[in-house]
């Protein structure tokens, strides 16, 4: 009983992907497009990895205080 339902699953699921082949190729194909750019995308930016901004205040204490960005450059 049970192996003909199994029988009876696997020729919808057949007639199913037969039916909709083309659809099927299409969505397989728009996400392993979406993962190899990320992936690409990724790599990408890891290899660029910069030195984290870092700013500084003259006077630490006053807001008026002048402001200085550095990020590994020397700023006077």
Same mark, same amino acid.
């Given at each position: 009983?049970? =192996? +003909?339902? &199994? $029988? $009876?699953?696997l020729a919808k699921i057949? =007639?199913?992907? %037969? %039916? @909709?082949?083309?659809?099927i190729i299409l969505v397989i194909g728009v996400i392993l $497009?979406?993962?190899l750019s990320f992936a690409i995308? @990724? $790599?990408v930016a890891k290899q660029q990895e910069k030195e984290p901004l870092k700013i500084e205040y003259e006077s630490s204490h006053h807001w008026s205080g002048n402001l200085r960005i550095v990020? &590994?450059? =020397? +700023?006077?």
């Open positions: 009983m049970w =192996e +003909i339902r &199994g $029988i $009876i699953m057949k =007639e199913f992907v %037969k %039916k @909709y082949q083309a659809d $497009i979406s993962l995308g @990724y $790599i990020s &590994g450059l =020397e +700023i006077s």
